[in-house]
């Protein structure tokens, strides 16, 4: 519903301008974009910048692990047991 409201809006401006002259639209162009500008500058955040201060003093031990834990997990991540492991542990097992 707003957007017909707008519609009809912009063309009521559309029919009172439309028949101006170039330079007559580029100057209520600049106008419009003037009076914008400082609507448009509020909006804009300002990121904030990151230094290492801003991390200082985050670091939990409650979740820290070991190395040894931390390597074990790969190694038995990457570990797949294979027809061709059965194979060698039924061979050199067997009597």
Do not use: C, Q
């Not at 031990?61 to 039924?90: L, Y």
């Amino acid at each position: 519903m707003a957007t017909i409201a707008l519609k009809k809006e912009s063309d009521n401006y559309w029919n009172l301008i439309k028949d101006a002259s170039s330079e007559v639209k580029l100057v209520l162009i600049k106008r419009l974009s003037d009076a914008l500008r400082p609507a448009v500058a509020e909006k804009k955040t300002k990121r904030k910048k990151y230094t290492a201060d801003s991390f200082a003093g985050i670091w939990d031990d409650e979740h820290f692990r070991d190395t040894e834990d931390i390597n074990k997990a790969i190694r038995d991540a990457r570990h797949v047991k294979s027809s061709r492991d059965e194979f060698w542990d039924k061979f050199l097992n067997e009597p």
